[in-house]
């Protein structure tokens, strides 16, 4: 059994759980995820599953689009709704805030959250912040693409913004909602988040845990199990036979076919064989997936 699961994630276990889960339920080891949820955060988790973990670098990069609630007025020593908070003081008009919400789309640098899985001089950043030690991360270049304001609500010395958000990898919700607000002088950070899309999956597409288990109960957890060729975004090379066979086996192959260079997906008859780096019309294998495992489920 190899592939993707596109799996909802609910509001409370960590990733981990779910690798554990689907460990469980299709009796092997060798799952893995592409890209991280919070615990406290919900929505798109793709599940790798078998052969598909050896691509799992390709599949957390890319586009990722997420629904937050960003909570001004609030401070966070987590950046996020589960870190001990302290009070801001009274957030603007939402006017305000929406606009200055907008500076916030392009290309920038950002500091990551003190608790992330950022490492520094081989530390990892949450770890080191719980054990009262925190370390202070580098700011890594970001992009987003776009900020929809979907609603806004306004309490007792907080005001909320429903976002809808595009970006690329790499970047923080919580990093954002903490900026916005030390930017308008009132504090804030991430109330809440759920992933729409992620590595080319939709919510909308998404398995619960619980149909999960249904699934498995009935013999069909095939069918939660998209192949890993569907979501690959590189260019694609067909070899033939005897090519396949040498990339198979480590060799770099000359393809029939004319390839553009970079990395590119490899395929033989429909079936993906692995990735690999076309440079001046040779073939080198990056990642290769064995002959006994097909990348359908």
């Known amino acids: 059994m190899h592939g993707v699961v596109n799996l909802d994630k609910p509001v409370g276990p960590t990733s981990h759980d779910m690798v554990g889960l689907l460990r469980r339920l299709t009796g092997t080891r060798r799952i893995g995820h592409a890209g991280t949820l919070d615990p406290f955060a919900s929505g798109v988790l793709p599940i790798l599953v078998g052969a598909a973990t050896r691509f799992s670098e390709e599949l957390t990069g890319g586009a990722k689009r997420y629904e937050a609630v960003l909570r001004l007025g609030s401070r966070s020593a987590t950046d996020d709704a589960e870190g001990p908070l302290e009070p801001g003081s009274e957030p603007p008009d939402a006017a305000i805030a929406a606009a200055a919400l907008q500076t916030f789309v392009g290309t920038f640098d950002q500091r990551p959250p003190v608790f992330s899985a950022r490492k520094q001089g081989g530390r990892v950043a949450h770890r080191a912040a719980r054990a009262g030690a925190p370390i202070e991360v580098p700011p890594r270049r970001v992009t987003v693409e776009s900020i929809e304001l979907l609603g806004d609500e306004r309490g007792d010395g907080w005001l909320d913004l429903r976002i809808d958000l595009r970006c690329q990898a790499g970047t923080y919700v919580r990093s954002i909602a903490r900026d916005l607000g030390d930017g308008l002088g009132c504090g804030g950070h991430l109330h809440a988040l759920r992933r729409l899309e992620a590595a080319g999956l939709h919510v909308d597409d998404a398995v619960t845990p619980g149909q999960l288990e249904a699934l498995a109960s009935d013999g069909r957890l095939a069918e939660a199990i998209r192949p890993v060729a569907d979501l690959l975004t590189l260019p694609r090379v067909e070899l033939s036979e005897l090519e396949a066979g040498r990339f198979r ?49």
């Open 249 to 297: 086996n480590g060799s770099a192959v000359r393809p029939t076919v004319p390839s553009e260079e970079g990395r590119s997906a490899v395929f033989a008859g429909g079936t993906l064989l692995g990735v690999g780096t076309v440079h001046q019309g040779l073939l080198q294998p990056d990642k290769v997936i064995p002959a006994s495992a097909d990348s359908r489920p």
